[in-house]
T-cell receptor, first 114, second 110 residues
Framework: GAGVSQSPSNKVTEKGKDVELRCDPISGHTALYWYRQRLGQGLEFLIYFQGNSAPDKSGLPSDRFSAERTGESVSTLTIQRTQQEDSAVYLC????????????FGPGTRLTVL | LAKTTQPISMDSYEGQEVNITCSHNNIATNDYITWYQQFPSQGPRFIIQGYKTKVTNEVASLFIPADRKSSTLSLPRVSLSDTAVYYCLVDTGGADGLTFGKGTHLIIQP
């Protein structure tokens, strides 16, 4: 079936604006993850959803960041009042079952804050 | 929380076997070791996962000693297309458990 998809693939915004990033996981995958990857760096965990459990938000860097997921389907990551340091690639992944299972990653959204 | 340490970069040549070692001294009893590969402008891709001893699949082998404080990813007969960043992940729970380090940048030369 189809893999994880993310939209938009690229987003350029001005400092102070809000942005919404979308992730469509693989159908049937109960777990969904968001990561941030700055240029030349590793992946920084942001948030993890597992089924109907409360999400693990422990990786969100500030209250400007939030994410929602509708059931076991699409998720949106919202960044309010964007700052230049938010510029990065935002990656979404999903897995069948919990966080210790193989993660399937999307292509990412490249966010540039001017 | 298990923190992983791996070399920043490695070089090798086509046709060689490449071994990348990851240290995870604080690994807990229930933790698995997972390796991912990432090409430029793509999300990471799962390579292999193991708990102890040796695991082999069609692309790689994973060697884990008895104390499990390290693991070695072995790529047989590499090609230019194996040039990528390789991440070792030991998920012990919490945010740190899902934080990938900088990985090992493997460069394969002709």
């Amino acid at each position: 079936g189809a893999g994880v998809s993310q939209s938009p693939s690229n987003k350029v915004t001005e400092k102070g604006k809000d942005v919404e990033l979308r992730c469509d996981p693989i159908s049937g995958h109960t777990a969904l993850y968001w990561y941030r990857q700055r240029l030349g760096q590793g992946l920084e965990f942001l948030i993890y959803f597992q089924g109907n459990s409360a999400p693990d938000k422990s990786g969100l860097p500030s209250d400007r960041f939030s994410a929602e997921r509708t059931g076991e389907s699409v998720s949106t990551l919202t960044i309010q009042r964007t700052q230049q340091e938010d510029s990065a690639v935002y990656l979404c992944a999903s897995s069948l079952g919990g966080r210790y299972n193989e993660q399937f990653f999307g292509p990412g959204t490249r966010l540039t804050v001017l | 929380l298990a923190k992983t340490t791996q070399p920043i970069s490695m070089d090798s040549y086509e046709g060689q076997e490449v071994n990348i070692t990851c240290s995870h001294n604080n690994i807990a009893t229930n933790d698995y070791i997972t390796w991912y590969q990432q090409f430029p402008s793509q999300g990471p891709r799962f390579i292999i996962q193991g708990y102890k001893t040796k695991v082999t699949n069609e692309v790689a082998s994973l060697f884990i000693p008895a104390d499990r404080k390290s693991s070695t990813l072995s790529l047989p007969r590499v090609s230019l297309s194996d040039t990528a960043v390789y991440y070792c992940l030991v998920d012990t729970g919490g945010a740190d458990g899902l934080t990938f380090g900088k990985g090992t940048h493997l460069i394969i030369q002709p």
